[in-house]
Nanobody, 125 residues
């Protein structure tokens, strides 16, 4: 049974920073590609960032590129999302996700089999 447990998040003013963490348990973390998505009420879950387990190559949505950084520490079974220069439009529930599908397209929700519980990020102007 694979479980993703998120921590971090909260409320911050525009321009501030937050860091989200996601710990994976149950199977070998290093075999999963990891992603972060976010969702606001009434909208579909939106891709934010992802990282390959083998190469460590990161991917970002245009809306967060240059402000957010995804990283992983395989020895800690943890993936992070460092969010800097936050904007009110970044307000959402953020979810981490894991996929073991080889060379999956990481920018869509389909390939991901496992999801974290979600954490609220609120950015005030």
């Amino acid at each position: 049974q694979v479980q993703l447990v998120q921590s971090g998040g909260g409320s911050v003013q525009a321009g501030g920073s937050l860091r989200l963490s996601c710990v994976v348990s149950g199977r070998s973390f290093s075999s999963y590609d990891m992603g972060w998505f976010r969702q606001t009420s009434g909208k579909a879950r939106e891709f934010v960032a992802a990282i390959r387990w083998s190469s460590g190559i990161p991917y970002y949505s245009d809306s967060v590129k240059g402000r957010f950084t995804i990283s992983r520490v395989n020895t800690k079974n943890t993936v992070y999302l460092q969010m800097n220069n936050l904007k009110p439009e970044d307000t959402a529930v953020y979810y981490c996700a894991a996929t073991a599908i080889f060379r999956a397209v990481l920018t869509t929700t389909g390939p991901y089999s496992y999801w974290g519980q979600g954490t609220q990020v609120t950015v005030s102007s």
